[in-house]
């Protein structure tokens, strides 16, 4: 079974600084990625997703992430954080013969005014 | 458009009760997951229906926990004889599987406690 890790439960961060959140995962064969977005009292929405092609992958609200096979990674980063990104961010994998995301842990992120 | 809707949004409920839990996916999308997410825990897949196809059980974590779906619409997640260990938020998410590429809409997940 995959296994997602996020090393960092919580990232705190000052305004219009940037930020990466880290995401791990555990297989070796090529696997859909996707980060997911949990603002306070809302359901996760879809922040980006790599399912092939160029290896930076681009998202809503200013977010992109680069998937790097040789080290199985797929972080995510912005270069400027506004108050309004203060939420819960999770990345999950998918390999591309199974039914099943696997997530991981999830990274608070909070933007200190 | 309508999004994923689930009910109900808190559930509070004594050891050994059976409990029902609803969600309402997107009209039209022919996969539906659940997921159950603990206290400072990650997701934690717990069964996938795509439209008629025998559905993926493989996550249910014991005997007591089942799921139905009628067709592409509701599908209810059934807790029996609940433990606290099931205390958890409990979320339900849906998928146009044949075109967007596995991306997944969440509904705002059902709040369990187990007292």
């Known amino acids: 079974a995959q296994s997602v890790t996020q090393l960092d439960s919580q990232v705190p961060v000052f305004e219009e600084a940037p930020v990466e959140l880290r995401c791990n995962y555990s297989?070796?064969?090529?696997?859909?990625l996707f980060w997911y977005v949990q603002y306070p009292n809302q359901g996760l929405q879809l922040l980006l997703k790599y399912l092939s092609g160029s290896t930076l992958v681009k998202g809503i609200n200013g977010f992109e992430a680069e998937f790097n096979k040789s080290q199985t990674s797929f972080h995510l980063r912005k270069p400027s954080v506004h108050i309004s990104d203060t939420a819960e961010y999770f990345c999950?994998?998918?390999?591309?013969?199974?039914?099943?995301?696997?997530f991981g842990t999830g990274t608070s992120l909070t933007v200190i005014p | 458009g309508a999004g994923v809707s689930q009910s109900p949004s808190n559930k509070v409920t004594e050891k050994g009760k059976d409990v029902e839990l609803r969600c309402d996916p997107i009209s039209g999308h022919t996969a539906l997951y659940w997921y159950r997410q603990r206290l400072g825990q990650g997701l934690e897949f717990l069964i996938y229906f795509q439209g008629n196809s025998a559905p993926d059980k493989s996550g249910l974590p014991s005997d007591r926990f089942s799921a139905e779906r009628t067709g592409e619409s509701v599908s209810t997640l059934t807790i029996q004889r609940t433990q606290q260990e099931d205390s958890a938020v409990y979320l339900c998410?849906?998928?146009?599987?044949?075109?967007?590429?596995?991306?997944?809409?969440f509904g705002p997940g059902t709040r369990l406690t187990v007292t």
């Open positions: 998410a849906s998928s146009l599987e044949a075109s967007r590429a596995y991306e997944q809409y």
């Open positions: 999950a994998v998918r390999p591309p013969d199974s039914n099943q995301f696997y």
């Open positions: 297989s070796s064969v090529s696997v859909y």
